[in-house]
T-cell receptor
């Protein structure tokens, strides 16, 4: 069964450093997403991406975040200068369309720890 | 804005017990509603969904009915198994939106 894969599963970084979280969405999907979950809190939407541009983003997704699809298979989330409060589980997701009821397929997540 | 409220966990049940996890939502228009499940060490998986009022989503013995009058989408299962132990997330997608809005998740532990 096709799946969304994320690497690494766990990343530890020092405050102020840049990190890149990587995702390989399902191959025939066209819509890509990043979500995050701070420990004990809700899963929060960060950004959606379609046709090589951001289609929707939340207030969380400020100038320190960026997304990119550098080739035909990868989808990345970059955090330019990490802060302690960026520590969270980051989930990548993809879907083949956005009609009502469309399922988003999620990866297993990358746990980011900023120290 | 849109929001989802689900009952706080953790919930611990004995095998074969009846499960209800409450979920209510606030949204404009007619959102689509989802239950996702996260098994230990895995990503979020869609469990079931409903796209309009009075729709019932069902999968693996779980059911939830889209109740517009009470803005609810409660998850139920008649007889839980140890393998159902996981975290369950209620979510909605607003009309015309790309994003899912999630509840905080409810951790279910089923003991033999």
């Amino acid at each position: 069964e096709p799946e969304v894969t994320q690497t690494p599963s766990h990343q530890v970084t020092q405050m102020g450093q840049e990190v890149i979280l990587r995702c390989v969405p399902i191959s025939n999907h066209l819509y890509f997403y990043w979500y995050r979950q701070i420990l004990g809190q809700k899963v929060e939407f960060l950004v959606s991406f379609y046709n090589n541009e951001i289609s929707e983003k939340s207030e969380i997704f400020d100038d320190q975040f960026s997304v990119e699809r550098p080739d035909g298979s990868n989808f990345t989330l970059k955090i330019r200068s990490t802060k302690l409060e960026d520590s969270a589980m980051y989930f990548c997701a993809s879907s083949d369309r956005t009609r009502r009821g469309t399922e988003a397929f999620f990866g297993q997540g990358t746990r980011l720890t900023v120290v | 804005g849109d929001s989802v409220t689900q009952m706080e966990g953790p919930v611990t049940l004995s095998e074969e017990a009846f499960l209800t996890i409450n979920c209510t939502y606030t949204a404009t228009g007619y959102p689509s509603l989802f239950w996702y499940v996260q098994y230990p060490g895995e990503g979020l998986q869609l469990l079931l969904k409903a796209t309009k009022a009075d729709d019932k989503g069902s999968n693996k013995g779980f059911e939830a009915t889209y109740r517009k009058e009470t803005t609810s989408f409660h998850l139920e299962k008649g007889s839980v198994q140890v393998s159902d132990s996981a975290v369950y997330f209620c979510a909605l997608r607003g009309a015309g939106s790309y994003q899912l809005t999630f509840g905080k998740g409810t951790k279910l532990s089923v003991i033999p």
